[in-house]
């Protein structure tokens, strides 16, 4: 079975930073596209960075986040990485690794425990 584990969380003041690492197993990732996702209390699910596969992989980010978080894989390591500074109030969440939807490897895989950020003001 594939499984994500994510780690790195924790709890942090605002504008402190976080390094949250995803490690998986069961499948070999580099071929696949991969995104961390997050969900506060409330709230709905919403996919915060993508990357593509690949020799110069491509990350996407949502506005919420962009130019203050950045996504990395080593998938020799078969491990994706979330850098996260410049954290806000806003960012606390649980924070999860998980293919997108979009991708053939999505209806394969399930959510992790994930790891809680919290961002004190």
């Known amino acids: 079975q594939v499984q994500f584990v994510e780690s790195g969380g924790g709890l942090v003041q605002s504008g402190g930073s976080l390094r949250l690492s995803c490690k998986a197993s069961?499948?070999?990732?580099?071929?696949?596209?991969m995104a961390w996702h997050r969900q506060a209390p409330g709230k709905e699910r919403e996919l915060v960075a993508s990357i593509t596969p690949g020799d110069f992989p491509i990350p996407n980010y949502s506005d919420s986040v962009k130019g203050r978080f950045t996504i990395s894989r080593d998938d020799a390591k078969n491990t994706v990485y979330l850098q996260m500074n410049s954290l806000k109030p806003e960012d606390t969440s649980v924070y999860y690794c998980?293919?997108?939807?979009?991708?053939?490897?999505?209806?394969?895989?399930?959510w992790g425990q994930g790891t809680q950020v919290t961002v004190s003001s």
């Open positions: 998980r293919p997108p939807r979009h991708s053939p490897l999505y209806p394969k895989t399930t």
């Open positions: 069961n499948i070999n990732i580099r071929i696949y596209n």
